[in-house]
């Protein structure tokens, strides 16, 4: 008799996250689904790459001097930063160290799905409101609801997906509000916006940053996310990581790309500075609605959002279809101009269907 490998509960309970990876064909599709940069890496850090990978790949990782580098691109000491595989794994080493099961985390909702899908592996939940219909930030419905079971606070700025910003006064009166909630606030998108509060963090010793290459760097395929705390608490999380949780593929890469930020940085202007003006003055001419952001990405409410996924599917455009509460919205990411024209022209086609 057979017998299956009985989990925990809270574990048997779960609902995967799945987000659909299958058949995203980049040859065959324009990407504008998740938040990708629109160009690879260029050809220094895949040279990096294939330097390592004709030598040294069958050796443990050592990191070398990295940690300064990216001190020094981020404003703070090297014992301020803890490299992660990805930040889903800062997600989750953040969550594992605070939270106990039954306790809860507040976050203004919906957001990034991985903080659901970690914080019930702990048997926890996430609290907070919805956002409102604008989603605009409820900053004062986030306040009223942390309670007694409140060990940890979220902010996702700017939001993913509804591309909420959090303005750096709000933050600060949540850590001052606060001061025994660890504040987690998670900067994705930082390269987008210019914006971040790590600033704060002389003064807040419940602050936590959680940043990523995964996004303007162009790295997503290499797994490398960062966490910015207090040294005391980065010795804590070290004690969750493994000590070669992070490949030093992604590392060689990061690092190239901090030392020769033009590439990127290009990019991150020429579409938040043209593609972004132009697919919005192309929203308000056809009277479309959408929610925009300070990322590389928007919220797009077409007359029906299955029949609006299937067109540009059929047009090889993949975009991403929310979720409820926001199940009247696809998320769409920001690319190089020609390719945005290429959007605006199918939708057009779909619009006058």
Same mark, same amino acid.
């Given at each position: 008799?057979?017998?299956?490998?009985?989990?925990?509960?809270?574990?048997?309970?779960?609902?995967?996250?799945?987000?659909?990876?299958?058949?995203?064909?980049?040859?065959?599709?324009?990407?504008?689904?998740?938040?990708?940069?629109?160009?690879?890496?260029?050809?220094?850090?895949?040279?990096?790459?294939?330097?390592?990978?004709?030598?040294?790949?069958?050796?443990?990782?050592?990191?070398?001097?990295?940690?300064?580098?990216?001190? +020094?691109?981020?404003?703070?000491?090297?014992?301020?930063?803890?490299?992660?595989?990805?930040?889903?794994?800062?997600?989750?080493?953040?969550?594992?160290?605070?939270?106990?099961?039954? /306790?809860?985390?507040?976050?203004?909702?919906?957001?990034?799905?991985?903080?659901?899908?970690?914080?019930?592996?702990?048997?926890?939940?996430?609290?907070?409101? !919805?956002?409102?219909?604008? &989603?605009?930030?409820?900053?004062?419905?986030?306040?009223?609801?942390?309670?007694?079971?409140?060990?940890?606070?979220?902010?996702?700025?700017?939001?993913?997906?509804?591309?909420?910003?959090?303005?750096?006064?709000?933050? /600060?009166?949540?850590?001052?509000? &606060?001061?025994?909630?660890?504040?987690?606030?998670?900067?994705? #998108?930082?390269?987008?916006?210019?914006?971040?509060?790590?600033?704060?963090?002389?003064? #807040?010793?419940?602050?936590?940053?959680?940043?990523?290459?995964?996004?303007?760097?162009?790295?997503?395929?290499?797994?490398?996310?960062?966490?910015?705390?207090?040294?005391?608490?980065?010795?804590?999380?070290?004690?969750?990581?493994?000590?070669?949780?992070?490949?030093?593929?992604?590392?060689?890469?990061?690092?190239?790309?901090?030392?020769?930020?033009?590439?990127? !940085?290009?990019?991150?202007?020429?579409?938040?500075?043209?593609?972004?003006?132009?697919?919005?003055?192309?929203?308000?001419?056809? !009277?479309?609605? #959408? &929610?925009?952001?300070?990322?590389?990405?928007?919220?797009?409410?077409?007359?029906?959002?299955?029949?609006?996924?299937?067109?540009?599917?059929? +047009?090889?455009?993949?975009?991403?279809?929310?979720?409820?509460?926001?199940?009247?919205?696809?998320?769409?990411?920001?690319?190089?101009?020609?390719?945005?024209?290429?959007?605006?022209?199918? #939708?057009?086609?779909?619009?006058?269907?």
């Amino acid at each position: 008799m057979k017998h299956s490998i009985e989990v925990r509960d809270v574990i048997s309970r779960m609902s995967s996250y799945n987000p659909p990876l299958e058949n995203r064909d980049p040859e065959a599709f324009l990407l504008m689904d998740f938040n990708e940069s629109p160009l690879p890496p260029p050809p220094r850090v895949i040279q990096k790459i294939s330097e390592f990978l004709n030598s040294h790949v069958h050796l443990y990782p050592t990191y070398g001097d990295f940690l300064e580098e990216l001190g +020094n691109y981020s404003g703070v000491p090297a014992e301020n930063l803890l490299l992660t595989n990805g930040s889903d794994q800062a997600i989750d080493i953040i969550m594992r160290s605070l939270l106990e099961c039954g /306790e809860e985390a507040a976050m203004v909702q919906p957001g990034f799905q991985m903080y659901d899908q970690t914080v019930s592996t702990l048997g926890c939940k996430l609290s907070g409101p !919805q956002f409102p219909a604008d &989603f605009n930030f409820p900053h004062q419905e986030l306040k009223e609801s942390v309670n007694t079971k409140t060990r940890l606070i979220i902010l996702i700025n700017p939001n993913n997906p509804t591309g909420t910003y959090v303005s750096l006064e709000q933050i /600060e009166d949540l850590l001052k509000s &606060f001061p025994g909630i660890p504040l987690l606030v998670d900067e994705a #998108y930082y390269e987008f916006t210019s914006d971040s509060c790590v600033s704060l963090l002389s003064s #807040y010793p419940n602050l936590i940053v959680i940043r990523t290459f995964s996004k303007a760097l162009a790295l997503p395929s290499l797994r490398l996310g960062y966490v910015i705390a207090r040294p005391d608490f980065i010795l804590e999380l070290q004690k969750i990581r493994g000590p070669y949780d992070v490949n030093v593929v992604a590392v060689l890469a990061a690092s190239e790309q901090l030392k020769h930020p033009e590439h990127w !940085q290009k990019m991150v202007r020429h579409l938040m500075d043209e593609c972004k003006p132009a697919i919005e003055k192309y929203f308000d001419e056809m !009277q479309v609605r #959408y &929610f925009s952001s300070k990322a590389n990405f928007m919220l797009v409410e077409p007359p029906d959002v299955q029949h609006a996924y299937k067109f540009l599917i059929d +047009n090889k455009i993949l975009v991403r279809p929310m979720q409820r509460p926001i199940s009247h919205t696809f998320r769409m990411s920001l690319r190089m101009m020609p390719e945005m024209q290429r959007f605006m022209d199918v #939708y057009t086609r779909y619009l006058n269907r």
